[in-house]
């Protein structure tokens, strides 16, 4: 069992990284996901894999499992469903003032303000 959530969170690391170091703004945010994904199985395997043990103590079961891990996963999940929605209309406001999901753009291709192209400079496409 250990040696499966131990392979899963490595799986899960790997691919958030792999994601991550792409160009475009969508797989980063993807790739940011998984990396949440992973920590929050390591932080739930680091309160011990133990099966059928209630998580409160009670005089007639023979052990318990740790509480605290399970709670930090909890938060651990609201918290970064709220960052990745932050990331989400963030890279949306990016795409429409860019018009390019690139995530790497030079100072070159970003327009002069909100919504205004320097003279001569073409409008990017889906953009009037």
Known sequence: MEILVASGTGLLTAVGIYLMLRGRTFPVIVGLSFLSYAVNVFLFSMGRLAIDRPPIISPD?????DPLP???????????FGMTALIVVLALRGFLETGSDKADLDASSVPDGPGRRAEGEAAPRGRP
């Open 70 to 80: 399970q709670a930090l996963v909890l938060t651990a999940i609201v918290i970064s």
């Open 61 to 65: 079961a023979p052990g318990y499992t």
